[in-house]
């Protein structure tokens, strides 16, 4: 009696090239355009930083001057992000959970620092707190000065930051059901125990990754700090003016030093974005 042949398996073994050569063209121009707008700008960057001789990169990178813009651009914009990551938190909360006259128009006017030019936003900031604005006039007589200082910068960075946490927390909000709140009432909670214990969990990948993209946000502003600041070494010159300086100047090789040493942060502060969303992702789950 004729032996059958055991049936053979059947490997599950997908060739990632062949998947690849299926979506030949999607795959190529999405190659083709990341190359062109991403890869070539920033090795054109890295390679002329790289003419420099390590110890005159190092002596750029870490010049007083360079040292001071480093601490008014992070430190600032820290500060920043942290701020909107607590009144981000209370607008989003008001904007899902109450209703109010005008509520779609403030809605819409958090928007308002994507579609508002930066330099116009600048314009409209120092002129709203220099000393003979509206806020700025009310703040001079109690010494303090807005625009034109390190203060006006922090401004303009929540300012354009805003946004970013607002816009983060809104969706996981409109997930979040009210009757967990009311379960947890009803079980003898205050509200401080159930914002802390079964609010604000839930919320916390989500705040800090709108945290994260507001001060990468704010590193990178430069059009509304140029016009409300003052943009003086060791006083509130940021980063990215003082490259513009750099270039005005003629010295390039420093401006793409100090471009360079903004490009390692902000990968840095993108790896970090990542992996609190890869935090959030696993928290859900």
């Known amino acids: 009696m004729a032996v059958s042949a055991p ?6 073994w997908k060739n990632p090239f062949r998947q690849i050569s299926g979506m030949s063209w999607p795959w190529r121009i999405t190659l083709g355009y990341l190359t062109i ?11 002329k930083a790289s003419t420099e001789k390590p110890i005159d990169f190092w002596r750029i990178a870490t010049s007083p001057v360079a040292l001071a813009t480093y ?16 009144f981000g938190v209370l607008i989003a909360w008001v904007l899902v ?12 006017a958090i928007d308002l620092p994507f579609a508002l030019p930066t330099s116009v936003a600048g314009l409209t900031l120092a002129t709203v ?28 960075m929540v300012f354009i930051s805003l946004p ?10 409109q997930e979040m059901e009210p009757e967990i709140e009311e379960a947890a009432w009803s079980l003898g909670a205050s509200k401080f125990q159930t914002f802390w214990r079964v609010v604000l969990p839930p919320l916390m990948p989500a705040i800090l990754t709108g945290v994260a993209l507001g001060f990468a946000r704010a590193v ?3 059009g509304s700090i140029v016009i409300v600041a003052a943009n003086i070494p060791f006083k509130d010159l940021i980063a990215s003016v003082l490259i513009i300086q750099r270039l005005e100047q003629y010295d390039y090789s420093g401006a793409t030093v100090i471009g360079t040493v903004l ?3 902000s990968l840095l502060v993108l790896i970090v974005i990542n992996l609190l969303q890869a935090w959030g992702r696993r928290y859900e789950l």
């Open 37 to 47: 707008m991403l890869l070539l700008p920033v090795s054109a960057l890295l390679l």
């Open 7 to 12: 049936p053979q398996k059947t490997s599950v």
């Open 164 to 173: 970013f946490v607002v816009r983060t927390l809104q969706p996981v909000l």
């Open 220 to 222: 990178g502003e430069y």
């Open 97 to 108: 959970r109450y209703e109010f006259p005008f509520k779609r128009l403030i809605d819409a």
């Open 263 to 265: 490009l390692i942060i």
């Open 129 to 156: 707190y220099s000393e003979n604005g509206w806020i700025g006039s009310l703040l001079a007589p109690l010494g303090i000065k807005v625009a034109f200082t390190r203060l006006g910068v922090g401004v303009a």
């Open 71 to 86: 601490d008014v651009t992070f430190i600032t914009a820290l500060i920043a992000a942290l701020l909107n990551g607590v």
